[in-house]
């Protein structure tokens, strides 16, 4: 089975670090960011099953990075982090298309569990996805030796 490849995005190293390290021993594939515009730079070259977002970056709001994610790359599931929780903070995000707002210090086992429903749910959509598609091309090729 081919690991999940997941981006961090925060400007806070130490927070980067010790995400990446969770993930990592999960098994996930894991990349950092430390800006928007690094994220974006690392997003046109890289898909990612799922993105870890601060609210508050050094070059922009986590909830422009996420429309931006979202215009760019749809089917990347992207869950905001903040330590600065505030039901505007959560109502836009959710407006912005995340998938999920996790509050820092983020639990272990709560990130952990949040990720894992995601990915599953986004493994299900392929799979709904895949099968459509083989539906659509054997119908296809029915209709052409008609």
Same mark, same amino acid.
């Given at each position: 089975? =081919?690991?999940?490849?997941? &981006? ?10 010790? &995400?990446?390290?969770?993930?990592? +021993?999960? @098994?996930?594939?894991?990349? %950092?960011?430390?800006? @928007?515009?690094? #994220? ?11 993105? &870890? ?10 909830? !422009? ?9 749809? +089917?990347?599931? $992207?869950?905001?982090?903040? @330590?600065?929780?505030? %039901? !505007?903070? #959560? /109502? ?7 998938? #999920?707002?996790?509050? $820092?210090?983020?639990?272990?086992? =709560?990130?952990?569990?949040? /990720?894992? =429903?995601? &990915?599953? !749910?986004?493994? =299900?959509?392929? $799979? /709904? %996805?895949? !099968? ?7 119908? +296809? ?6």
């Amino acid at each position: 089975m =081919e690991k999940k490849k997941i &981006l961090v995005v925060d400007d806070d190293k130490s927070l980067l670090k010790s &995400l990446s390290e969770i993930l990592h +021993r999960e @098994g996930y594939d894991v990349d %950092t960011a430390e800006t @928007g515009q690094d #994220a974006m730079a690392k997003s046109k070259t890289q898909f990612y099953n799922l993105a &870890l977002i601060d609210i508050r970056l050094p070059d922009m709001e986590g909830t !422009e990075l996420l429309q931006l994610k979202d215009d760019h790359i749809p +089917r990347t599931i $992207k869950i905001m982090i903040t @330590g600065y929780p505030s %039901t !505007e903070n #959560a /109502v836009k995000s959710l407006n912005s298309r995340a998938d #999920a707002y996790l509050v $820092k210090p983020v639990n272990t086992q =709560e990130l952990l569990k949040v /990720v894992e =429903e995601k &990915l599953i !749910e986004q493994s =299900e959509s392929d $799979k /709904v %996805t895949e !099968e459509k598609v083989a539906q659509w091309i054997e119908t +296809r090729a029915r209709k052409l030796e008609i």
